[in-house]
């Protein structure tokens, strides 16, 4: 079981990233995808979730309108788009799955119902 996140780096505040994340070993399409984020001294804290089939997102507040969670079942891939970042965003960022198959609902937002987590990718935004 594998989730490979890339994409992170480091960038000026106002710019854009895209963030990815690849799994493998593991059935992908039936279960929601999450992105969390840890930065230095702080508690991992949920960024965006997307249910199963795609259809629902979610974001934190920090985030929404700035950020964009979307996934393609046929390559197992989880993207996260995000705009005009501040660096208040900088952290490492981690895609995980949820535990529960076929679920879409305010679960998404927890990060003990992930089973499966990614290594992480850092994500830096100079002011």
């Known amino acids: 079981v594998q989730l490979q996140a890339s994409g992170g780096g480091l960038v000026q505040a106002g710019d854009s990233l895209r963030l990815s994340c690849a799994a493998s070993g593991l059935t992908f399409s039936g279960y929601g995808m999450g992105w969390f984020r840890q930065a230095p001294g702080k508690e991992r804290e949920f960024v965006a979730a997307?249910?199963?089939?795609?259809?629902?997102?979610y974001y934190a507040d920090a985030v929404k309108g700035r950020f964009t969670i979307s996934r393609d079942n046929t390559k197992n891939t989880v993207s996260l788009q995000m705009n005009s970042l501040k660096p208040e965003d900088t952290a490492i960022y981690y895609c995980?799955?949820?535990?529960?198959?076929?679920?879409?609902?305010?679960?998404?937002?927890?990060?003990?119902?992930?089973?499966?987590w990614g290594q992480g990718t850092q994500v830096t935004v100079s002011s």
């Open positions: 997307i249910s199963f089939s795609g259809r629902t997102t």
């Open positions: 995980a799955q949820h535990k529960a198959r076929s679920y879409s609902g305010s679960r998404l937002y927890a990060a003990t119902e992930y089973d499966y």
